[in-house]
């Protein structure tokens, strides 16, 4: 008993110190993309000097700080939560248990809203490499991450940028999670579960699904039964979300407020 209390333990702390690995690592990112945005800001003080555009100084320097400076911090800070919060992912009822559940999409999506579709995909991308050093699927787990996050917020993001309205951001976002639901059979029978078989037979991944509903006898079938609603699921959260905080966060995000 005092056995299984230690392991207990030791389990736990472990993923307190993975969990505060994250945090900093996290924090490291802001800190370097805040660097790069200063001396970006700088160089572009430098060469202004030489411009004779016909805008002020004052008003280029207000331009750049409160756009691009500001669109790499925040993009920054958005792939830190979306790092933590892709950690703290949590298995669902009736799913295998290499299938887990976590809203790190949404900063994503705020960000592919606020500021394009690539610094959405961005956050995707640096979340994933983050992960990888914490990974219990060999990388596998964060590939499918990275390909279904791509295929959530580069459509809403397209969409939003060509209407900025709040129809359009909804529609977008719904489109969204349509594609990455429809990817993720694609995705997952090419690329994804061939690669996983190399950890896992494909004996054991079909036994897996099958525990849960003994009709499943393949791939498709699994993919289609349990992949297929479990990530449009996912997606219609990270949208239900996203709509009711973005309009609040954005005169932040934007440095409206400011």
Known sequence: MIGCESRTDGTVRMKEDVL???FHLAGYICEVFILFGSIFQQKYERSDTMSNNK????EKKKIMSGFQIRKMTVTAILAAVSTVLMFLSFNVPFM???IKMDFSELPALIAAFAYGPLSGVIVCLIKNLINLLSTQTGGVGELSNFILGCAFVLPAGLI???KKTKKSAVLGALLGAVIMAAFSMVSNYYIVYPIYTKFMPMDVIIAAYSSILPSIKNLWQALFV???PFTFAKGLVNVLIATL???PLSPILKGKNI
């Open 20 to 22: 505060k690995l994250h």
């Open 55 to 58: 805008k002020s100084k004052d």
């Open 96 to 98: 295998p248990s290499f």
């Open 160 to 162: 939003y940028k060509h």
């Open 226 to 228: 349990f992949n297929l």
């Open 245 to 247: 905080i973005y309009k």
